[in-house]
């Protein structure tokens, strides 16, 4: 019996090791001791192989011995998860063997000895690298095609014939309005209900007469509905597919939505059809525009001067009411004296007591004493009434219709005055009305003699550019409410017979494609209702054609903007103007 007992075991011994070597996959053991640690007890020759290490180089030595601290660690962190579940695991893996990276489906099966403690770990590691190479690929090229076809705008479509079922892919939310997952459940059919009523039978002609002459099938426009119940307009393209036999069975293709296209032709149509009109429109406003541009001229003129009775209206107001607060409290005190007069009158020489006590209870002394200082301050507001009327003549200068030598200095300072209540300290946009601020204007006045000019319509010109200065300003403050808007006036002579103004602000700053248009008539960056485009040209009209002079701009976006006036002392002498290329407007 001992003998047969060897004999059999030593059969299933190498039965067992001609599987273990012969298997086309790894098979290791390795031991788990009392204490958990892991050594290793042996491989098959694949291991052998894969690993670049002999099985009897590795017996008896850790994971970490084996494959290094990183990797080893990872392969005894899985292999004590499986002694803690005692029971098989199995997972995949990647690991770097030899240099390489190779993908593994590991499966490791716990031995327990009677107490049930496991005491070694069989395994088997079989090689799925190409497989997971296979499945990336395959993913990648899906990720790609979905990229391709979502990324092209474009419904694709592949139609089996025989089922009616349609597969789509690509743009499906953006072209239907619809989930890509609810979409596909629309075959033939559910496609054909989506098609307008009146465009389906045109559609399907087209599809039947393609299928009879094997055609390419192309339908350029068409209306189809969307998830929302709206149509928009596509386009069809498709080609068709045969069998071994020569029969169609499929069809596949792209719907496209031309929907901005058709609408853009439409608009085109209509652009067109309003251009022709226009252009007869503008052939007949040419001829009226001649006539009325001198009108348009004037007419710029008084909306300017409506600013100017605004202006003056506002100033006039404070002190006008002034005078009649205090006229109130002026007739009362006169009233008072009055009757205490007659009241001496009627009781003199001695007064009486009703005297006496009239005169405490009015307090004759203080009114005595307060009415020079109201009839005071009625001369103070008079003065100022007459001054902001004075300057209101020297601004317009309406009597004075013919060139005069004048003061350039005072038709400056007369605009400024009227100009007044957009300087004056006023609270800053989105500040809460906790910060007040007023454009400071400041002046550099040369020694200029008497100018011979229109004065009346110089001072337009003035009013013109300070107005804009202010605008420009104003519009800086709401966008930087820390912002100190500031007006610079400066005067010189240039040679001996002319002189400049120029008017600067450390506003934003003109771009260079806005000056060129500066002085063209009806050209404003304004909003409609606040600006004609007419200001600048008509200024540069008065400068240029009426006093023989030049209107230049300097400005760079953030740098603020300078316009120069330089005109003759004496009209009629016009010499050659001083060049100055950096002054020219670009």
Known sequence: MGAASDALLREQEQFLRSIYEG?????????????????????????????????????????????GPEQGGEIARRFRTCVERADVYTYEELRVFQGKERWFLTTLNPLKDRSGRVYRLVGTAMDITDRRLAEAAQRESEERFRLVAERTGQLIYDCDFQTGQILWAGAIASITGHSPEAFQQFGFEGWKERVHPDDLPAVLSRLERSLQLRLPYQVEEYRFRRADGSYIYVEDNGAFVENEEGEIYRMVGTISDITERKQAQVRLQQSETELR????????????????????????????????VAGVAHEINNPVNFIYGNLTYASQYIRDLLDIIQLYQQHYPDPHSTIQERAEKMDLDFVMQDLPKLLASMK?????????????????????????????????????????????????PGTNGERCVAIAIEKDYGDLPAVECYAGQLNQV????????????????????????????????????????????????????????????????????????????????????????????????????????????????????TQNPDSQVN
């Open 23 to 67: 298997v086309n996959f790894s098979v290791f053991v390795c031991d788990v001791r009392e204490d958990g640690g892991l050594y290793v007890a042996g491989w098959n020759p694949i291991s052998e192989m894969d690993v670049g290490k002999r099985s009897v180089d590795v017996v008896g030595k850790t994971l970490e011995e084996v494959f």
């Open 277 to 308: 009109q226009k252009t007869q429109d503008l052939q007949n406003t040419l001829i009226e525009l001649q006539r009325t541009q001198s009108r348009m001229i004037q007419n710029e003129k008084m909306s300017s001067l409506g600013q100017l």
């Open 380 to 428: 103070v507001g008079a003065d100022r009434i007459q001054k902001i009327v004075a300057s209101l003549r020297t601004f317009s200068r309406m009597d004075e219709a013919e060139m005069k030598a004048v003061s350039l200095h005072d038709g400056i300072d007369s605009t400024l005055m009227i100009l007044q209540n957009r300087l004056k300290p006023r609270p800053v």
């Open 462 to 577: 003035f009013m013109n550019l300070l107005s804009n200065a202010v605008d420009a300003l104003e519009e800086e403050l709401e966008r930087r409410p820390e912002f100190e808007p500031q007006i610079l006036i400066r005067t010189q002579m240039v040679g001996a017979d002319r002189v400049c103004v120029a008017i600067a602000d450390n506003g934003p700053g003109i771009p260079p494609a806005v000056q060129q248009r500066l002085f063209d008539p009806f050209f404003t960056t304004k909003p409609v209702g606040k600006g004609t485009g007419l200001g600048l040209a008509i200024s540069y009209q008065v400068v240029v054609e009426k006093h023989g002079g030049e209107l230049r701009c300097r400005s760079a976006p953030g740098e603020g903007t300078t316009f120069e006036i330089e005109i003759p002392l004496v009209s009629g002498q016009n010499p050659e103007p």
